[in-house]
């Protein structure tokens, strides 16, 4: 009961911290109405379609493309052992997948898990919330502490090592090609146009991760379909968390530029004192 409860509360902190990413992706990512527009259409779509986030991000890395060169020409006219291995191999594959399209830092890869999965049904929503919250609470970027943990669940040692050797690889190969080639293509507007597209894109996937997670965290849907009471849908207590862990991120001089470690700490604490899980 003591861990379900810790990790209720968790989860809480867990939708605090996704809230506080997107809201520092913002500044950057959404430049402007067309951004915005993208943003929208990714996050609605994403919620409402059964469709792999790979193709929001190609998708929306053309739009981007496209719409920069309009702008330019805009601008310029005016201006078993065989089933071991196989899951091994699955893990691997997954995970690769998600180290060449997961733009945008840790969180990114959150959608992306989400969406595996669904497919696979290797782990449930509930899972991956408590998997984020064990991988914000552990060293290292969250996407490969999130990759090594669903590895070690589905393939034990060796799927924990396929899953982290698959999201690692992608960025370690394209770092190094983009240090050889940065030099030719700095300025580059098919570059930057695809940057363009895929900055919104990429926070609308992580809010749409994280909506899935609210989702979890503060309505007792469950509860809700048994009793039918209205009182029982919403968690009043992970509001009142969620309040606070704001409060103290944002607002709090002394507190807000504490590490995330203390407020999952905290929040763990709290979820045990009150039985978030009801337990």
């Known amino acids: 009961p003591a861990v379900k409860n810790a990790f209720a509360g968790i989860r809480v902190c867990v939708c605090v911290l996704i809230f506080n990413a997107i809201t520092k992706l913002w500044k950057s990512a959404i430049a402007d109405i067309k951004c915005l527009l ?16 790979i193709l929001f991000v190609v998708v929306s890395a053309l739009l981007g493309i496209a719409i920069t060169m309009l702008s330019a020409r805009k601008t310029s006219g005016a201006h078993g052992r065989g089933c071991i291995e196989m899951i091994q191999l699955r893990l691997f594959y997954e995970f690769l997948k998600i180290g060449l399209f997961a733009v945008g830092g840790g969180m990114a890869a959150l959608p992306f898990i989400q969406d595996m999965a669904e497919r696979t049904g290797w782990c449930t929503s509930a899972q991956i919330a408590d ?9 290292g970027p969250i996407g490969i502490n999130m990759a090594t943990y669903v590895g070690f669940e589905v393939g034990g040692i060796t799927g924990a090592l396929a899953a982290t050797l698959g999201v690692v690889i992608p960025g370690v190969i394209l770092v190094i090609l983009v240090m050889a080639i940065i030099g030719k293509f700095r300025g580059n507007k098919l570059v930057e146009g695809a940057f363009y597209g895929l900055r ?13 997670v609210c989702e979890i965290t503060f309505l007792n849907l469950d509860l809700y379909a048994e009793t039918e009471n209205i009182a029982n849908l919403l968690n009043f207590k992970a509001f009142v968390l969620a309040a606070v862990l704001l409060l103290l991120t944002r607002a709090v001089k002394p507190t807000k530029n504490l590490h995330p470690v203390i407020f999952i700490a905290f929040s763990a604490v709290v979820g045990i004192a009150f039985s978030f899980a009801g337990v």
């Open 38 to 53: 993208l943003f929208l259409a990714v996050l609605t779509a994403s919620l409402l379609l059964d469709v792999t986030p």
């Open 200 to 212: 919104p894109a990429s926070t609308a996937l992580i809010a749409a991760a994280g909506v899935l």
């Open 131 to 139: 998997m984020l919250a064990v991988s914000e609470s552990t060293p």
